[in-house]
C-alpha cells in the first residue's frame, strides 16, 4: 500500500544540523509533488519546503537560506537538510505526497526534531 516513512529526526544543539528523508513506496513518484511540513503542540501544520517532480523549490521565509530540499526520483526519496538549526525549528517534521493527477494526498508518521543545548 502507499506508505512514506521518515528518518533522521533527534536532538540537536543550536546550530547544529540534521538531514531528514523520507521513503516512499505504492505511489507513482513522478507524478507527485513532494513537501516537508512541520507541528508543534497546540498550533496547525505548517509548510516548509515543496519540491515539485521537476525539482522547482519553494520554501517558508522562517527557513530559507537554512534548509535545502531535493529528491531522488529513481529512489522515491525526499530530503530535509537541516542546517543552522534554531530553537524555534523544534517540531515534529512530516513527509508530503500530492499526487497532482488524482489530488491526492499522503502522509508520514513524522519524524520529531528538537533543537536544544
Known amino acids: 500500500q502507499a506508505q512514506l516513512v521518515e528518518s533522521g529526526g533527534g536532538l540537536v544543539q543550536p546550530g547544529g544540523s540534521l538531514r531528514l528523508s523520507c521513503a516512499a513506496s505504492?505511489?507513482?513518484?513522478?507524478?507527485?509533488?513532494m513537501g516537508w511540513y512541520r507541528q508543534t503542540p497546540g498550533n496547525e501544520r505548517e509548510l516548509v519546503a515543496r519540491i515539485t517532480p521537476g525539482s522547482s523549490t519553494s520554501y517558508a521565509d522562517s527557513v530559507k537560506g537554512r534548509l535545502t530540499i531535493s529528491r531522488d526520483n529513481s529512489k522515491s526519496a525526499v530530503y530535509l537538510q537541516m542546517n543552522s538549526l534554531k530553537p524555534e525549528d523544534t517540531a515534529v517534521y512530516y513527509c508530503?505526497?500530492?499526487?497532482?493527477?488524482?489530488?491526492?494526498?499522503?502522509w508520514g508518521q513524522g519524524t520529531q526534531v528538537t533543537v536544544s543545548s
Open positions: 505504492g505511489i507513482t513518484f513522478g507524478f507527485n509533488v
Open positions: 508530503n505526497a500530492h499526487d497532482f493527477s488524482t489530488g491526492y494526498d499522503l
